[in-house]
C-alpha cells in the first residue's frame, strides 16, 4: 500500500478554479470501514454546493468532495471480512471520493450490478439512494399515485422517475427547461414533462393530473416554488424538499396544510449513520439492481472526463447543461 495519494481538492470557495490536486496521506480504513482504491467518480450537486463553500462536510468525514465511488477494495478495517479485498464495489461515501482512495463504511457499499463498469456504477449510489429516500420512505408513494419530480434529469430526478414507475406503478410529471431534456424525462417513463420556465407552469402540471393534483412533490428548489407546490398538493398530498436553491425562506398557508391534511418535509442524507444509509444500501441491492442488470433501469451518464480535467467536469455542472451524470475517472485511469 502506498503511503500517499493524489486528490483533487478545494482551495477556497469559488468557482471550479478553485479545484487543485494535491498529494496526501492515504487514509487507514476504521472499524467497520474498506478502503477503497477509486477507478470512477459520480459527481452530484452538493459538491458543487461544496466546493462554493455552502455545504460543509459533516462532523468527521473527509474535508475532499465527492460522495459517489466506485472502485477495488485495497483494504478492510478491524471488524470487516478479509475476504473483501479484490472485491469491485460501489459506495455512497461521506465524502472524500475526490482521491486516489477513499475510506467509506462497508455498510454503504454494494457490489457492482451485473455488468456494469466502475464509471456506469459511480454513477448510481447518491442518486438512487436520494431518490429513495425521498420518494418512498419520506414521500410513502403508493402504487397508481401521481409524483411531480422538478428537475426530472438530474441524477435524482432520473432516478425517482424511474423507481415510480418500474416499481410503483405510479404516474409521473417530471419539469425541465429545455425540449431536449423534457424528452429524456418522458423517454424515462414520465408520463407528461412541463417547462418549469414557463410561467404557466404550475396550471400545465394540474392539467396535467386531470385537475385533481398531485399525492407527491419532489423539489431541491424551495423558496417561492413551495407555495405553488402546495396548491398543487391533492388532500393527503406530500411535498419532499431535498435542498433549497432559490431561497431558505418560504411563505406557507398553513391553514391550507391543515385542512388539506397535507405534508411539508425535508431531509438530507449524508449526516445519517451508516446503519440507515446500510439499509438504503440493502434495498437498491434486492429491488433495484435487478432492474439495472436487465436494462429496465439505466442511469444516463452524459460525459466523462480525466482526473485532471475535474474543473471541467465543474463547469459542465456550473452551465447546468448536463443530462444525466457527469463522472471522472479515478487517477489512474487518466
Excluded at 103 to 123: I, K, N, R, S, Y
Excluded at 152 to 177: E, K
Excluded at 270 to 283: F, I, N, Q, S, T
Aim: with cysteine.
Amino acid at each position: 500500500m502506498t503511503q500517499t495519494m493524489r486528490v483533487i481538492e478545494i482551495s477556497a470557495p469559488g468557482g471550479p478554479e478553485v479545484l487543485r490536486e494535491a498529494i496526501r496521506p492515504c487514509p487507514v480504513p476504521g472499524p467497520g470501514e474498506v478502503l477503497l482504491r477509486v477507478q470512477a467518480i459520480g459527481l452530484n450537486r452538493p459538491d458543487v454546493q461544496q466546493r462554493r463553500g455552502l455545504y460543509p462536510p459533516p462532523p468527521g468525514a473527509s474535508d475532499l468532495p465527492g460522495l459517489d465511488a466506485a472502485g477495488v477494495v485495497a483494504a478492510v478495517g478491524p471488524n470487516v471480512d478479509p475476504g473483501m479485498i479484490g472485491q469491485q464495489r460501489c459506495a455512497l461515501t461521506n465524502g472524500g471520493a475526490y482521491a486516489e482512495f477513499c475510506a467509506v463504511p462497508v455498510l454503504q457499499t454494494m457490489p457492482l450490478p451485473e455488468g456494469f463498469t466502475a464509471a456506469q456504477a459511480a454513477a448510481l449510489p447518491e442518486a438512487l439512494f436520494t431518490a429513495w429516500n425521498n420518494v418512498v420512505w419520506l414521500g410513502r408513494l403508493q402504487p397508481g399515485e401521481t409524483l411531480l419530480v422538478q428537475g426530472g434529469t438530474s441524477g435524482v430526478g432520473m432516478a425517482a422517475i424511474q423507481i415510480a414507475r418500474q416499481l410503483f406503478d405510479a404516474r409521473v410529471i417530471a419539469t425541465a427547461s429545455t425540449a431536449e431534456k423534457r424528452r429524456v424525462c418522458l423517454d424515462l417513463g414520465a408520463e407528461a414533462a412541463v417547462d418549469y420556465t414557463a410561467g404557466d407552469w404550475p396550471e400545465q402540471v394540474r392539467a396535467a393530473t386531470g385537475g385533481r393534483g398531485c399525492d407527491v412533490i419532489l423539489d431541491a428548489q424551495a423558496g417561492p416554488t413551495v407555495a405553488r407546490h402546495l396548491e398543487l398538493l391533492d388532500y393527503d398530498g406530500r411535498l419532499i424538499l431535498i435542498a433549497s436553491h432559490q431561497s431558505p425562506q418560504s411563505e406557507v398557508d398553513t391553514r391550507s396544510l391543515v385542512r388539506r391534511r397535507l405534508t411539508l418535509a425535508g431531509s438530507t442524507l449524508r449526516p445519517r449513520d451508516a446503519a440507515y444509509k446500510g439499509r438504503l444500501a440493502e434495498v437498491q441491492v434486492a429491488k433495484v439492481w435487478p432492474l439495472l442488470a436487465q436494462g429496465k433501469m439505466h442511469m444516463p451518464i452524459c460525459a466523462t472526463f480525466s482526473f485532471d480535467a475535474m474543473q471541467d467536469a465543474h463547469r459542465m455542472l456550473d452551465a447546468n447543461r448536463q443530462i444525466g451524470k457527469v463522472v471522472v475517472m479515478g487517477p489512474e485511469g487518466s
